[in-house]
């Protein structure tokens, strides 16, 4: 990995050319692209292109291209202090990005985003990254769920977005320097997950050694993916839910519960 170009398994993270143009202009032109990320449809190929030698041409934002194809299909990149769209920190970067809309529910959005944090963790040394939706994008928030955002609670207008006055977004958080945030987290699930004499440590110990497991706090419910596709649901009170066969359901089984 380096600063221009960022590999993943189908993906490669490059800096965006002039011969991109009709690329992008093939998605940016489809109007249920744009507006859902906060910006307005592209209405020609030279708009296009404009876009990318004014807007595109820096070293915080990225084409998405797909190695099959050799075709750009997205984009992803971060905004600093002082250019983001909501309040960050100094040290701190909001996260942006979309994906034409053939490529929707591919996982492509989830690839690009845990590369982009990988680099800003490891090269950018940042604190805290930010990343918002519309909340008529619900999509949007679970690809920031799988890796690891967690919903601030916050909800925002944003006159900066296309419709930003007019519809909310919500901004979720993940902070690069903690695996995970409890601050949502239910304080009865807390202390059966967290406490070294909790029912749940094991569990725990297990997520944080397991690089396929995720865990995102929703609802102050702890909800665990692995390899993006949820699989249990922990809860404070109530008993956990399986949501589909995987090797931990044995753990939790053995479990007795309350």
Not at 129 to 146: G, H, Q, R, T, Y
Not at 150 to 179: A, F, K, Q, V
Not at 188 to 216: C, E, M, R
């Amino acid at each position: 990995m380096n600063n221009s170009i960022i590999n993943t398994d189908r993906l490669l993270l490059k800096r965006w050319e002039e011969s991109d143009a009709e690329d992008l202009y093939k998605y940016a032109s489809d109007p249920e692209v744009g507006p859902h990320a906060g910006w307005p449809t592209h209405k020609s190929l030279n708009e296009s292109l404009q876009v990318i030698t004014q807007f595109f041409n820096n070293d915080c934002t990225w084409a998405i291209e797909l190695k099959e194809t050799n075709e750009v299909i997205g984009c992803i990149g971060y905004y600093l202090y002082g250019s983001s769209n909501i309040n960050i920190g100094e040290n701190d970067a909001e996260i942006g990005y979309w994906i034409g809309r053939p490529y929707w529910n591919k996982g492509f959005c989830t690839e690009a985003l845990q590369a982009i944090i990988a680099y800003c963790k490891e090269y950018k040394k940042f604190n805290t990254l930010w990343a918002d939706f519309f909340v008529n994008n619900p999509a949007s928030a679970i690809v920031m769920e799988k890796c690891n955002f967690i919903d601030t609670g916050n909800i925002n207008y944003c006159s900066n977005l296309m419709h930003g006055e007019e519809t909310p977004i919500h901004i979720m958080r993940l902070d690069l320097n903690n695996t995970f945030d409890t601050t949502n987290l239910c304080s009865h699930l807390k202390k059966k997950l967290l406490k070294s004499d909790g029912i749940y440590f094991p569990l725990w110990q297990i997520i944080q050694n397991d690089k396929s497991l995720t865990a995102v706090v929703r609802s102050r419910q702890l909800h665990i993916y692995r390899n993006g596709k949820k699989i249990l649901i922990l809860s404070g009170k109530a008993q956990p839910k399986i949501i589909r066969d995987d090797e931990i359901n044995q753990l939790i089984n053995a479990i007795p519960q309350n």
